[in-house]
C-alpha cells in the first residue's frame, strides 16, 4: 500500500479551535481614530520625564571641550546673523515682508534679552541639547504675545499621558514646579530614538559622543599634570656602565650642553670623555595621545556639520574643497533652520497672525549664492536648447517667482487662449549663431568646472578657471539677449 498517498484530514475540533482564535484575534482589531491612538501603556504612568540623557551633561561638555563649544558657537552665530521675514498669506499666495509685529517680538523678545542673543541661545540649545524650549508670554489682560521667555532645556520635562503629551513642567528651584498645558510651550527639539516616554524629547548629539569626550578630558588633565612636573630634555651618560664621573666633569659636562640646547641657532658640544649623548623625545604613550585627541576632534566635528575650515583649522583643503565645505555647512544650517522656524511660525500664531510663517532670508550667503549661480546657469543652459526659461527654472528648483520676473505670460496646457488677443505665446526661438555660442559657452563652463573640482589643482589654475567662468557667464547672458531680441 502506498502510504504517500495517505493525507491528514482536519477534524471538527481543529476547524473550530482556528474559527475561536480568529474571532479572538479580529476582536482585538481597532479603527485608528484620535480616540483609540494610544503610545503605550507606559505613556498612562503621568510622571514627568527629561529625556534619556542629562541635558546638564551637555551643557558640560559645551563648557569643557573646545571644539563643542567652537561648533555650538558657530552655528548659533550663523543662525543668528539671518535676517527673519514674515511670509504673510494673501490672494496671490505668500509675500515676504521685513517688518511685521511678530518680527518686532523677535526683534525685542523681552526686557533682559536682546533679539541677537535670544536667537543664538535657541539656536544653541537646539543644536547642543536637541530641546529648544520657548516660553511665549501674555498680557496681564490675556490678549497677545508681549514677550518671550527661554526656558533651560536642563530644568524642563515632559508629562506623559494616555494620548501622548499631557503638558509640561519646568523646575525653577522651588519646592513646586510650574506646571504648562502642551501648547503653552513651544518646544523646537530634534529626534529621538527612544520608545518610551522619553521620546517626547530630542536626543542631545552629546549622548553618541560622550565616550570620546570623556577620554579626550582624560588625556587633556594627563598632559596638564606632566607639564607641571618637567623632565630633562637629554641625558648624557657613560658609555660603559662601570665609569663614574667625579662632580667637576659632571659640572662642565652640564655646563657645555645647557649652552648648547639653550642656544637659539644650537651649536656643537665638543666634551672630553666617552659618553653617549640621548635625545629625549615623544614617548609611543605621548604619541598615542595626540592621535587620539585629533580623532575626537574629527569626531566631534562631523557629528556637530561644521567642516574644519569653517572651524578655523588651517587644513590642507584647497579652494575648491573649501568652497564644498561651505555649501555643505551652509545646507546643514538651512535644514536646522526649518525646525526653528516651525517653532516661530507657532509663536506667530499664538500672537494672533494665523497663516503667517516666519523665516530665515539665506540672500546674502555666499556659499548659497554660488551653488544658485551655478543652477541659474544650467538654467541658461537648459534655454539655450530651446526650452521654455520658466520651466527650465522650476525643473532647476527656482519654484517662487515672482510674475513680473518674466517679459511675456507664459500659457498652460490647459489654457485655451486662441481668441485671446492680449496673450502672447513664448516660442522658443532658436538661432544658429547664437547657439553655436551657448555650446562654446557650456564647455567653458564644464571645463572650468572640472578644474575647480580637482582636489590637486594649484591657485594659478583655480583663478584661470574662475576668469572662464565669469566670462562663460557673460556669454551666455549675451546669447539669451540675443535669442529674446530674436
Not at 494616555?162 to 513646586?176: N, S
Not at 489654457?415 to 538661432?431: G, H, N, R, Y
Request: aromatic share 6%; proline share 6%; glycine share 8%.
Amino acid at each position: 500500500m502506498d502510504t504517500t498517498a495517505i493525507a491528514p484530514r482536519e477534524n471538527w475540533l481543529s476547524r473550530a479551535t482556528f474559527a475561536v482564535v480568529r474571532a479572538l484575534r479580529l476582536s482585538n482589531e481597532i479603527e485608528p481614530t484620535e480616540d483609540t491612538y494610544s503610545p503605550g501603556a507606559d505613556y498612562a504612568t503621568g510622571g514627568p520625564n527629561a529625556g534619556g540623557y542629562s541635558l546638564r551633561k551637555a551643557w558640560y561638555a559645551y563648557g569643557i571641550n573646545p571644539w563643542v563649544q567652537i561648533c555650538v558657537e558657530r552655528i548659533a552665530e550663523d543662525i543668528a546673523s539671518l535676517p527673519l521675514l514674515a511670509a504673510v498669506p494673501g490672494a496671490d499666495g505668500h509675500k515676504l515682508i521685513d517688518s511685521h509685529p511678530v518680527l518686532d517680538l523677535f526683534a525685542n523678545p523681552n526686557s533682559d534679552t536682546s533679539g541677537r542673543l535670544f536667537r543664538m541661545q535657541n539656536a544653541a540649545d537646539l543644536v547642543l541639547a536637541a530641546n529648544a524650549p520657548i516660553l511665549p508670554l501674555k498680557s496681564s489682560r490675556g490678549a497677545g504675545i508681549v514677550s518671550l521667555r527661554r526656558l533651560h532645556p536642563a530644568r524642563i520635562s515632559a508629562v506623559p499621558g494616555g494620548t501622548g503629551l499631557l503638558g509640561w513642567q519646568y523646575d525653577r528651584g522651588g519646592e513646586r514646579p510650574d506646571q504648562y498645558k502642551p501648547e503653552a510651550v513651544v518646544m523646537i527639539r530634534g529626534i529621538s530614538w527612544e520608545d518610551d516616554p522619553r521620546g517626547l524629547m530630542g536626543t542631545t548629539p552629546i549622548q553618541a559622543l560622550a565616550a570620546d569626550l570623556d577620554a579626550d578630558l582624560a588625556l587633556a588633565k594627563m598632559t596638564a599634570t606632566s607639564a607641571k612636573k618637567g623632565r630633562p630634555d637629554a641625558i648624557y651618560h657613560p658609555k660603559n656602565a662601570d665609569t663614574r664621573w667625579a662632580a667637576p666633569i659632571v659640572r662642565v659636562i652640564k655646563a657645555a650642553l645647557d649652552k648648547v640646547m639653550q642656544d637659539s641657532h644650537g651649536g656643537i658640544a665638543v666634551l672630553d670623555g666617552a659618553g653617549e649623548l640621548e635625545i629625549l623625545g615623544w614617548s609611543p604613550r605621548d604619541m598615542e595621545g595626540q592621535e587620539a585627541r585629533s580623532w575626537t576632534r574629527q569626531t566631534v566635528l562631523s557629528r556637530f556639520g561644521v567642516p574644519p575650515t569653517v572651524a578655523g583649522i588651517p587644513d590642507a583643503a584647497n579652494y575648491a574643497t573649501a568652497q564644498m565645505e561651505q555649501v555643505t555647512y551652509w545646507t546643514r544650517i538651512k535644514a536646522r533652520c526649518a525646525l526653528i522656524e516651525d517653532g516661530y511660525s507657532k509663536i506667530a500664531e499664538m500672537a494672533g497672525y494665523p497663516g503667517v510663517r516666519i523665516v530665515h532670508d539665506f540672500s546674502q550667503v555666499q556659499a548659497l549664492q554660488d551653488a544658485q549661480g551655478a543652477a541659474l546657469t544650467r538654467v541658461a543652459q537648459w534655454a539655450g536648447m530651446g526650452a521654455d526659461p520658466r520651466a527650465a527654472a522650476n525643473y532647476e528648483g527656482f519654484g517662487d517667482q515672482p510674475d513680473d520676473l518674466w517679459p511675456m505670460p507664459v500659457v498652460g496646457d490647459d489654457e485655451d487662449t486662441t481668441d485671446d488677443p492680449t496673450v502672447e505665446t513664448a516660442t522658443p526661438v532658436v538661432v544658429e549663431a547664437d547657439r553655436g555660442a551657448l555650446e562654446e559657452a557650456r564647455d567653458e563652463i564644464a571645463a572650468a568646472a572640472e578644474i575647480l573640482n580637482d582636489g590637486d589643482a594649484d591657485a594659478d589654475a583655480v583663478a584661470d578657471a574662475l576668469g572662464s567662468l565669469d566670462a562663460a557667464n557673460l556669454a551666455v547672458s549675451a546669447a539669451l539677449a540675443a535669442l529674446d531680441a530674436g
